[in-house]
Every structure is written in C-alpha cells, then in structure tokens.
C-alpha cells in the first residue's frame, strides 16, 4: 500500500473506537495526524501522547462538530501548524436511540447535528485548501444502518444516509480539482455499543453475519487507509461496506 508520508490528515472524532484505529493506522503510515474530540479529554491526551512518544507527530483539538465555527478553526489551525492538509475523516457520531414515537426534537436534532451537519462543517472548511493544492482525499464514515435502516435508529440512519447522499454530490463537484470523496459504511463493530450486549445477543448478531463475527475497528481504519492512500486515486463517490458480507 502507497506509503503517506507528507501528507497530512484530520480525523473527527479520533479519541476512541474506530476513530482511534484511523487515527493510528494513517500515522503508522507515515502522515502527521490531527484528529479532534468533544469531550473525551483524557483518551484524547493519552492517545496523543502515546503516538508521540513513537516518534509521530499528532495534534489533539477539543472542537464540536456541529458547529461551523469550530470546523473552520481547526482546519485553518491544522494548515497553519502543519502546512496543508491532504486527508479529512469525517467519523464523529453519536446516538439517541429510541423509537420515532419516543423520539424527542432535540434527539433529532442533536444527531442529525453532529453526524450529518458535522460532516458538512469540516468538508466545507477543509475543501478550500485541498483545492488550492488540486489534491485531496475526503472520506466518510457511515454506516449500514444508513443502506438498510434499523428500528429504534430513525435520526441515526437518516443521519448516516444523509452522508451518502452528500458524498455523492461533492465527489461530483470536486472531481475536476483532483479531490476524492468516499463513505464506509461499517456493520457492527467491536466498540462500546457492542461491549453491553449480552452472549446471547452477540450470537444472535454474529448468527446474520457470514463472517461469524463482528468487525474490529482496525477493519475499518484499513479501508480508511486504503482510500487515503495513492492507490485510491481512481475511486470517488463510492460506499464500502465493511460489514462481514450482513447486507449482501
């Protein structure tokens, strides 16, 4: 796999779960990473300081993906920092489950705000340098609750097919500025969320898989990586599932 050293990435969301196995796997690589957290603080500094003392240079900001504001200074900090930015990972997401009945006005608002708003705040900072440099890689993170939808999720997957829909349109717009834009799409991931089930719902889950098992972030940050890298060049406007083969 093409090697990034001298490039440059952001990642949303880096501190934990699958934005930390993407924030360590580009820097692994050979790029100088930056990625940000809300509120995590301490897994944030602890995941800093790991990778530096490696001999990496990462860079942690506290920031808000809901709010452009926040967006825009982060990339203008990065670029100011570290002298262009090659690589944007839009991952930072949460969750407000319950059903639509249940639902309230603020947990639709708030996951629609940071899952898909979020992603429009960091693109539309970061395509200004990545143009002035006619290069760039944008990738995604969805999930496959946004292909098929899941009970219970309704601002979750409307959020996340949101950024398919998105995706699509700013591959079509950046194309001719030799910038790529993609989604990944993970399946159920081994994280906090899937830490809580119970054996028997692990198997239940990984029954409707046909891989057996659920992915580890690390599955995802090597698809990431992939689309980050060189070999990549070719490809825009496309969704990987990394999903165990579940929704085939």
């Known amino acids: 796999m093409s ?25 692994e690589s050979g790029a100088r990473v930056a990625f940000t957290y809300r509120s995590s603080a301490a897994a944030a500094e602890a995941l800093r300081d790991e990778l530096t003392a490696r001999g990496f240079t990462v860079l942690a900001f506290q920031s808000d993906a809901a709010s452009l504001k926040d967006a825009a200074a ?27 009945l249940r639902m309230s006005e603020e947990d639709w608002d708030s996951v629609i705000g940071t899952n898909l708003k979020g ?10 340098p990545m143009m002035s440099q006619r290069s760039g890689k944008i990738i995604n993170i969805s999930s496959i609750v946004g ?10 997957a409307a959020s996340k097919a949101g950024i398919i829909g998105f995706t699509k349109s700013v591959a079509k717009e950046l194309g001719s500025r030799n ?8 399946g159920y991931v081994d994280t ?14 990984t029954d409707m898989i046909p ?21 990549s060049d070719y490809i825009t406007g496309q969704t990987v599932r990394v999903d165990g083969g579940m929704s085939m």
């Open 74 to 100: 982060v990339v203008d900090d990065v670029v100011a920092r570290l002298g262009r930015l090659d690589i944007l990972v839009n991952n930072a997401g949460i969750t407000k489950d319950t059903l639509l």
């Open 192 to 205: 906090d969320m899937t830490g809580v089930l119970t054996p028997e719902q692990k198997k239940a889950l």
């Open 119 to 128: 992603v429009f705040n960091f693109t539309k900072a970061a395509i200004r």
């Open 179 to 186: 910038i790529q834009v993609n989604v990944v799409a993970p």
């Open 3 to 27: 090697s990034l050293d001298g490039k440059v990435a952001l990642v949303t969301g880096g501190s934990r779960g699958i934005g930390k196995a993407i924030v360590q796997a580009l820097a």
């Open 147 to 156: 292909i098929t939808g899941n009970p219970g999720q309704a601002n979750y």
């Open 211 to 231: 891989l057996k098992r659920t992915a580890r972030p690390e599955d995802v940050a090597s698809v990431v990586r992939f689309l980050a890298s060189g070999d």
